[in-house]
T-cell receptor, first 113, second 114 residues
Framework: DAKTTQPTSMDCAEGRAANLPCNHSTISGNEYVYWYRQIHSQGPQYIIH???NNETNEMASLIITEDRKSSTLILPHATLRDTAVYYC??????????????FGKGTMLLVSP | GAVVSQHPSWVICKSGTSVKIECRSLDFQATTMFWYRQFPKQSLMLMAT?????????EQGVEKDKFLINHASLTLSTLTVTSAHPEDSSFYIC??????????FGPGTRLTVL
């Protein structure tokens, strides 16, 4: 699966939008972009995923560039409880299913009052 | 969303003893389960993948005789850390998946070996 690059850390003020970037310049056609987050001492939580179209759910929006080489996870109104490590993961889809999730170092998002 | 539970949530044991951690998918049947390990300030590292009724596939560097994995049913997988030592102290996280679907994670088990 393609490698991803994320900033080590980011800060965001409570109530503002948090925009977390991810580079995946070697992504191939059958690879999806997944986002998970991990709050301290908890298991990872699924946020959203996409292939090439922008996606939105109750938690966040995912914007994928037209060339698919980068994406941005948007938390529209960050709260203190959104403080976590956010992982951008590229995952391929095969006939037998999806490839295993492999975690990089992620981005530590700190939401401040 | 799908729920994965782990038990216990934390355990403290003496060096040389064995510890069993259970992972259950509560509202779905998981054909594949994964075990990850996370050391402080590090990312999750995949230890092994198990399919129901089959032997687990271990990642390079993970001792299969030390970390015994059993996936006897579609809703239960267990990880047994045998002859635990202080360096095995870590946060162990299981994950469950159904074909062509997302992977769901348990809350993790904090193991401390004295």
């Amino acid at each position: 699966d393609a490698k991803t690059t994320q900033p080590t850390s980011m800060d965001c003020a409570e109530g503002r939008a948090a925009n977390l970037p991810c580079n995946h310049s070697t992504i191939s056609g059958n690879e999806y972009v997944y986002w998970y987050r991990q709050i301290h001492s908890q298991g990872p939580q699924y946020i959203i995923h996409g292939l090439k179209n922008n996606e939105t759910n109750e938690m966040a929006s995912l914007i994928i560039t037209e060339d698919r080489k980068s994406s941005t996870l948007i938390l529209p109104h960050a709260t203190l409880r959104d403080t976590a490590v956010y992982y951008c993961i590229v995952r391929s889809r095969m006939n037998s299913g999806y490839s295993t999730l492999t975690f990089g170092k992620g981005t530590m998002l700190l939401v401040s009052p | 969303g799908a729920v994965v539970s782990q038990h216990p949530s934390w355990v403290i044991c003496k060096s040389g003893t064995s510890v069993k951690i259970e992972c259950r998918s509560l509202d779905f049947q998981a054909t594949t389960m994964f075990w990850y390990r996370q050391f402080p300030k590090q990312s999750l590292m995949l230890m092994a993948t198990s399919n129901e009724g089959s032997k687990a596939t271990y990642e390079q560097g993970v001792e299969k005789d030390k970390f015994l994995i059993n996936h006897a049913s579609l809703t239960l997988s267990t990880l047994t850390v045998t002859s635990a030592h202080p360096e095995d102290s870590s946060f162990y996280i299981c994950s469950a998946r159904v074909p062509a679907a997302s992977q769901y994670f348990g809350p993790g088990t904090r193991l401390t070996v004295l």
